[in-house]
């Protein structure tokens, strides 16, 4: 039965987390993937877990990000879920697919003052996007004329008597 098989993979993912010598992805099962799901997003999807059942006023990314380093590097953490509400959920990604087991055997550990629900992600973390060197370039070049304006401004500031020979108005300092 389904049941069963996923009752499996969780026994197969356990010892495989715990037996050091278990290293080859291919000795590794994953769960099928769901729907329709970008083939470019299935590698980060295998390196995801669902982290459930947190307590919503004190737990953190950062902590997150500490508490997974132990079974691998960790790429992304995303908090998810309603901060109003008593738990939230979250998604860990790690650097590769052989961190997801050691993960998986934390399901149950106790953090903070709940129990740890750990699972197979069904999806990505939403990342912002990357800006292109194009664009990054662009940003750039605007943020340097605004340096340079204020600049200006100041070298005007700074000498006699600008106070009552100029009026310096401006998007940083207002108008004087």
Request: some cysteine.
């Amino acid at each position: 039965s389904f049941f069963k098989h996923l009752n499996g993979l969780e026994n197969i993912c356990l010892s495989a987390a715990l037996d050091p010598n278990i290293t080859a992805l291919g000795e590794i099962p994953q769960p099928p993937i769901m729907g329709n799901v970008d083939p470019s997003k299935i590698d980060e999807i295998r390196r995801t877990v669902y982290v459930g059942n947190l307590n919503s006023q004190t737990t953190t990314a950062d902590q997150l990000l500490e508490f997974f380093k132990q079974v691998g590097e960790v790429k992304f953490v995303r908090m998810a879920g309603d901060e109003t509400q008593p738990t939230r959920f979250a998604f860990v990604e790690f650097a590769d697919q052989n961190s997801v087991p050691r993960a998986l055997a934390f399901n149950g550990v106790m953090f903070g003052d709940r129990p740890l629900k750990i699972n197979h992600s069904n999806n990505a973390i939403v990342k912002p996007p990357e800006m292109t060197p194009q664009a990054a370039a662009k940003e750039l070049e605007e943020v340097m004329k605004r340096v340079r304006e204020a600049q200006s401004f100041i070298s005007a500031a700074i000498e006699p008597g600008w106070l009552h020979s100029t009026s310096i108005c401006n998007d940083f300092l207002g108008c004087f």
